[in-house]
């Protein structure tokens, strides 16, 4: 360093002699003090800074080659000084660093921006114009001036920001010639230092003697650190900040720095900061870093074992570096071996700890700094049995206000020990054990009972309301209905059915243990029509067999027969098992018999003619399809009547019977016209749909494409519109055939293309068909 400011004071003393200037001469020139120019041609002073370099060229009058060469000389010869501790002027090597790479790649696109400002500064400064951020040495920068670029990177505990950003660092060196100094916030101390105390920290990195520190007085530091910032190409690491109090007064106001913000918290209150949330890694990259740690010799003896271990992990690098530490100093250990170790959930915490390092410690920091409210939500979460939770919900465990709910969870999203995503929250899986043993420790078995009892009730009560949107007898809720969640429309019922699927069911599961079979068989009954829409959730022949075990030990035989039917419904529809399907609607008739209930009778001759269609016996499907028909029409079963002759379509269809088949496909429409809204709408959207799907299909085997397409359209819309994800997923492969076959190549992908992007709820079977087609359509 002081030979670099040697040769900068060389050159200045060269210029200034070359202009005739003394130094008093140049000092009144340029603004710039005897005693400063005296100090830095004899190299006792470090090189100056952009500013006072632009004074003194001015001073000098030097053309644009000049100006440059003194200010390229200035620039070689700073460099940061003393390290206090918490302040490195370069981060240590993170040798097993793996991933993020969309993560390295935004900060260095930031990284960039900070180098263009840079160089918009310089070609200002070359030319001799006022800097836009310049301001002579010890005055403010004045408003205005570039910011600084910052990047906040925040996550759960353990997600790996600090070694994320400290690579960065390394990897980014050389666009910061002016140092990079990583600064340790200490935000999870109980009393982190002070703003100002980190501040004096910095100066003193940049090479601040103590004499002007003092002269400066702590009320001069923060202009004396902003000055300084300003002026250097620094890379500045602002590591586990607490909150935005303790970053705002650290960043810069201007220049053409880079600043990285790490935290637990997501600093919302900051303001122009670039946001990089960091979650787990990825399946694949929590594996390569076990390797890394352990070898790979161990690990690809066993790879299944290793991605348990990861998976067991959750793929939280903090978790990671403990169970590959732990393999990695107990040689003889297998990974299988660690694997079954990790299994037991109840273990897991107390065996991802590795010497002084504990994964439960990492995540007890952040606990401890949570509000009462928030941490006992926190606490209490861990009874939700689902993925996640709306906040409505939520509340049932604690007995807050929908609105208090809110703000409690934010409090938890902002302190990183929660995630969400369209208004639903979710736990890392390893913060959910931790919350499970807090609650534990905390908490007496009575009330999480209690909690739990509350959330379960409402759920189940909630369940009722919106399944009832689609049952013919119910529909829309009781007018003056209140309640925490929004079921004004069939749509909105639909979406909070779906989002809580899991919770609702574990209630249900709860419901059953305990023995509250009304209960049990009340939810399943609100949920008959609606299960038409979700056919493929996976989980109606557990909801159904449930009710008809809870209905069975009612002792009430139409309760049992209604249920026994609905189970055969869903064997048959969800899961393709035929025979069980039989078998169920034959019990369900014999029920039904014994109730003397003609409804239920006809509805088990129903499921009994489909399951025969489905093993191709289409005499007894005919068969049972005219008993059932014949009883709905005696009862005045308009919805059941209406699938009796659906399934007739279908079986003339199934019997070659192609023109038939059609004409009942299309008498049907007729009917559905003729009835009008005797038909309850959702049954009506379903059947039509359904009857379009095989009208088309009909249409399609004797060539008939222009029809057979325009019903097939029709089709997807009606499923569509209805949510009925399932049911379009059947259509959109029929569409794609049909317009394959008519020649609409372009057409056809898109049908299938739609198909594949339906997601969970579409018929699995349908999207194999699909991606088999675009394979076709491919060759």
Same mark, same amino acid.
């Given at each position: 360093?002081?030979? &670099?400011?040697?040769?900068?004071?060389?050159?200045?003393?060269?210029?200034?002699?070359?202009?005739?200037?003394?130094?008093?001469?140049?000092?009144?020139?340029?603004?710039?003090?005897?005693?400063?120019?005296?100090?830095?041609?004899?190299?006792?002073?470090?090189?100056?800074?952009?500013?006072?370099?632009?004074?003194?060229?001015?001073?000098?009058?030097?053309?644009?080659?000049?100006?440059?060469?003194?200010?390229?000389?200035?620039?070689?010869?700073?460099?940061?000084?003393?390290?206090? $501790?918490?302040?490195?002027?370069?981060?240590?090597?993170?040798?097993?660093?793996?991933?993020?790479?969309?993560?390295?790649?935004?900060?260095?696109?930031?990284?960039?921006?900070?180098?263009?400002?840079?160089?918009?500064?310089?070609?200002?400064?070359?030319? +001799?114009?006022?800097?836009?951020?310049?301001?002579?040495? @010890?005055?403010?920068?004045? $408003? +205005?001036?570039?910011?600084?670029?910052?990047?906040? %990177?925040?996550?759960? *505990? +353990?997600?790996?920001?600090?070694?994320?950003?400290?690579?960065?660092?390394?990897?980014?060196?050389?666009?910061?010639?002016?140092?990079?100094?990583? %600064?340790?916030?200490?935000?999870?101390?109980? %009393?982190?230092? &002070?703003?100002?105390?980190?501040?004096?920290?910095?100066?003193?990195?940049?090479?601040?003697?103590?004499?002007?520190?003092?002269?400066?007085?702590? /009320?001069?530091? *923060?202009?004396?650190?902003?000055?300084?910032?300003?002026?250097?190409?620094?890379?500045?690491?602002?590591?586990?900040?607490?909150?935005?109090?303790? =970053?705002?007064?650290?960043?810069?106001?201007? @220049?053409?720095?880079?600043?990285?913000?790490?935290?637990?918290?997501?600093?919302?209150?900051?303001?122009?900061?670039?946001?990089? *949330?960091?979650?787990?890694?990825?399946?694949?990259?929590?594996?390569?870093?076990?390797?890394?740690?352990?070898?790979?010799?161990?690990?690809?003896?066993? $790879?299944?074992?290793?991605?348990?271990?990861?998976?067991?992990?959750?793929?939280?690098?903090?978790?990671?570096?403990?169970?590959?530490?732990?393999?990695?100093?107990?040689?003889?250990?297998?990974?299988?071996?660690?694997?079954?170790?990790?299994?037991?959930?109840?273990?897991?915490?107390?065996?991802?700890?590795?010497?002084?390092?504990?994964?439960?410690?990492?995540?007890?920091?952040?606990?401890?700094?949570?509000?009462?409210?928030?941490?006992?939500?926190?606490?209490?979460?861990?009874?939700?049995?689902?993925?996640?939770?709306?906040?409505?919900?939520?509340?049932?465990?604690?007995?807050?206000?929908?609105?208090?709910?809110?703000?409690?969870?934010? &409090?938890?999203?902002? !302190?990183?020990?929660?995630?969400?995503?369209?208004?639903?929250?979710?736990?890392?899986?390893?913060?959910?054990?931790?919350?499970?043993?807090?609650?534990?420790?905390?908490?007496?078995?009575?009330?999480?009972?209690?909690?739990?009892?509350?959330?379960?009730?409402?759920?189940?009560?909630?369940?009722?309301?919106?399944?009832?949107?689609?049952? *013919?007898?119910?529909?829309?809720?009781?007018?003056?209905?209140?309640?925490?969640?929004?079921?004004?429309?069939?749509?909105?019922?639909?979406?909070?059915?779906?989002?809580?699927?899991?919770?609702?069911?574990?209630?249900?599961?709860?419901?059953?243990?305990?023995?509250?079979?009304?209960? %049990?068989?009340? =939810?399943?009954? !609100?949920?008959?029509?609606?299960?038409?829409?979700?056919?493929?959730?996976?989980?109606?022949?557990?909801?159904?067999?449930?009710?008809?075990?809870?209905?069975?030990?009612?002792?009430? $035989?139409?309760?049992?027969?209604? /249920?026994?039917?609905?189970?055969?419904?869903?064997?048959?529809?969800?899961? +393709?098992?035929?025979?069980?399907?039989?078998?169920?609607?034959?019990?369900?008739?014999?029920?039904?018999?014994?109730?003397?209930?003609?409804?239920?009778?006809?509805?088990?001759?129903?499921?009994?003619?489909?399951?025969?269609?489905?093993?191709?016996?289409?005499?007894?499907?005919?068969?049972?399809?005219?008993?059932?028909?014949?009883?709905?029409?005696?009862?005045?079963?308009?919805?059941?009547?209406?699938?009796?002759?659906?399934?007739?379509? #279908?079986?003339?269809?199934?019997? @070659?019977?192609?023109?038939?088949?059609?004409?009942?496909?299309?008498?049907?429409?007729?009917?559905?016209?003729?009835?009008?809204?005797?038909?309850?709408?959702?049954?009506?959207?379903?059947?039509?749909?359904?009857?379009?799907?095989?009208? @088309?299909?009909?249409?399609?085997?004797?060539?008939?494409?222009?029809?057979? #397409?325009?019903?097939?359209?029709?089709?997807?819309?009606?499923?569509?519109?209805?949510?009925?994800?399932?049911?379009?997923?059947?259509?959109?492969?029929?569409?794609?055939?049909?317009?394959?076959?008519?020649?609409?190549?372009?057409?056809?992908?898109?049908?299938?293309?739609?198909?594949?992007?339906?997601?969970?709820?579409?018929?699995?079977?349908? =999207?194999?068909?699909?991606?088999? /087609?675009?394979?076709?359509?491919?060759?």
């Amino acid at each position: 360093m002081a030979e &670099e400011s040697a040769a900068f004071g060389a050159l200045l003393r060269e210029l200034r002699l070359g202009a005739s200037l003394t130094i008093e001469g140049l000092a009144e020139a340029s603004g710039v003090s005897v005693r400063g120019i005296g100090d830095l041609e004899r190299g006792r002073r470090a090189a100056p800074q952009r500013r006072t370099v632009a004074a003194l060229a001015d001073g000098l009058g030097l053309d644009e080659k000049d100006r440059e060469r003194l200010l390229a000389a200035a620039r070689a010869g700073r460099c940061p000084g003393y390290s206090p $501790p918490g302040v490195r002027a370069f981060p240590r090597g993170i040798h097993d660093f793996v991933g993020r790479q969309p993560e390295l790649a935004r900060l260095a696109e930031l990284a960039d921006m900070a180098a263009r400002r840079h160089l918009s500064a310089d070609r200002h400064l070359s030319a +001799g114009q006022p800097d836009p951020g310049a301001a002579a040495d @010890g005055q403010p920068v004045r $408003p +205005g001036a570039e910011q600084p670029v910052v990047a906040a %990177v925040s996550g759960p *505990p +353990g997600t790996g920001k600090t070694t994320l950003a400290l690579h960065a660092a390394r990897e980014l060196a050389d666009r910061f010639p002016d140092g990079q100094l990583v %600064v340790d916030l200490r935000g999870m101390d109980d %009393v982190p230092p &002070e703003p100002a105390e980190l501040m004096a920290g910095v100066l003193k990195a940049l090479g601040v003697a103590d004499r002007v520190l003092a002269k400066a007085g702590p /009320q001069g530091h *923060p202009a004396l650190y902003r000055h300084l910032l300003a002026d250097r190409r620094c890379l500045l690491v602002l590591d586990n900040a607490r909150d935005e109090a303790q =970053v705002r007064p650290l960043l810069p106001g201007a @220049g053409a720095g880079m600043v990285v913000v790490t935290s637990r918290r997501m600093l919302t209150g900051l303001e122009s900061v670039h946001r990089l *949330p960091l979650g787990e890694l990825g399946a694949a990259e929590a594996a390569a870093f076990l390797t890394g740690l352990v070898g790979a010799e161990r690990c690809d003896a066993d $790879p299944a074992a290793l991605a348990e271990v990861a998976q067991r992990c959750g793929h939280l690098p903090l978790a990671l570096r403990v169970a590959g530490n732990w393999l990695a100093t107990r040689t003889g250990w297998s990974v299988r071996r660690l694997a079954d170790r990790l299994a037991f959930e109840e273990r897991r915490l107390d065996a991802l700890a590795a010497g002084d390092v504990r994964v439960s410690a990492a995540f007890d920091l952040s606990y401890r700094q949570l509000t009462p409210a928030a941490a006992r939500l926190f606490r209490r979460l861990a009874l939700v049995e689902g993925p996640d939770v709306g906040a409505a919900c939520a509340a049932r465990l604690t007995g807050q206000s929908l609105f208090e709910a809110e703000d409690t969870l934010e &409090e938890l999203v902002e !302190a990183g020990l929660l995630g969400t995503e369209r208004d639903r929250y979710r736990f890392h899986d390893l913060l959910r054990l931790f919350a499970r043993s807090r609650l534990e420790a905390e908490e007496s078995a009575e009330d999480a009972t209690r909690a739990r009892a509350a959330m379960h009730r409402w759920l189940l009560e909630t369940a009722v309301v919106a399944g009832r949107w689609y049952e *013919p007898e119910h529909g829309a809720p009781p007018p003056g209905r209140r309640g925490t969640v929004d079921l004004s429309t069939a749509d909105r019922a639909r979406e909070w059915l779906q989002a809580e699927g899991d919770n609702w069911l574990a209630a249900l599961r709860a419901a059953a243990t305990a023995g509250q079979h009304a209960t %049990v068989v009340e =939810v399943a009954e !609100a949920m008959h029509w609606f299960s038409d829409l979700w056919i493929f959730w996976g989980h109606w022949p557990e909801v159904f067999g449930t009710a008809a075990r809870s209905a069975q030990a009612l002792g009430d $035989p139409l309760l049992e027969a209604t /249920q026994l039917n609905y189970h055969a419904w869903a064997l048959l529809m969800c899961e +393709g098992r035929h025979h069980d399907s039989l078998a169920r609607s034959a019990e369900a008739l014999a029920a039904a018999q014994r109730a003397d209930d003609l409804p239920q009778q006809a509805w088990a001759h129903a499921y009994a003619a489909w399951a025969h269609q489905m093993l191709q016996d289409f005499e007894s499907a005919a068969d049972h399809n005219h008993r059932a028909a014949r009883l709905f029409e005696a009862v005045g079963d308009l919805h059941g009547m209406l699938h009796a002759m659906h399934s007739s379509g #279908i079986t003339q269809m199934e019997l @070659g019977r192609v023109e038939a088949a059609l004409d009942s496909f299309l008498n049907t429409l007729a009917f559905m016209d003729q009835a009008g809204d005797r038909i309850e709408p959702h049954v009506a959207q379903v059947t039509r749909g359904s009857l379009h799907m095989c009208a @088309g299909g009909a249409c399609a085997r004797t060539g008939r494409w222009d029809e057979a #397409i325009d019903h097939l359209r029709t089709s997807v819309g009606l499923c569509r519109d209805s949510g009925n994800t399932g049911l379009e997923s059947r259509a959109l492969v029929h569409l794609g055939k049909a317009l394959l076959a008519a020649g609409h190549g372009t057409e056809a992908r898109d049908a299938f293309t739609r198909c594949l992007s339906l997601g969970p709820s579409a018929d699995p079977e349908s =999207v194999t068909k699909a991606r088999q /087609q675009l394979a076709h359509c491919d060759d």
